[in-house]
């Protein structure tokens, strides 16, 4: 029960303070930014809906992602960023095998993070 009189009480904070207000807003800013730069306007609207959403949630953007953002935002694309992101006191503590596996799963998620990023500042204003 406390926790819908918490929801409640977040929704109407979002009300008093003009929260949807400046979401359309941003949308509409954000949606005719996406047009005149020629990019998808539907896939900035669906982003946008996405962080509002995890927003409203109050969900915490993935740690691993945010290494990465930082990574790129204050260097770049560099050559060695897996070797960067590696966690080297457990590195240490695993087997060859364990080692390689561990090495393309930390691939794949930069990848991922990569991905998102470009979508990011694609999209950005």
Known sequence: MDNLKEMARAAKQ???NNFWEECKKNLDEGAE??????????RF??????RVKSE??????????VKVKTLLDRE???SDAIGRLTDREYYATLSYEE???????????????????????????
């Open 56 to 65: 409203i949630k109050g969900e915490k953007q993935d740690e691993f992602y």
């Open 76 to 78: 770049g694309e560099v």
């Open 99 to 125: 080692k390689q596996r561990y090495t393309l799963r930390l691939s794949a998620k930069y990848l991922q993070a990569l991905e998102k990023y470009r979508r990011e500042k694609e999209l950005e204003i």
């Open 45 to 50: 609207k669906h982003t946008m809906h996405g």
């Open 14 to 16: 979002r009300l008093k």
């Open 33 to 42: 930014y996406a047009r005149e730069r020629g990019l998808n306007e539907g």
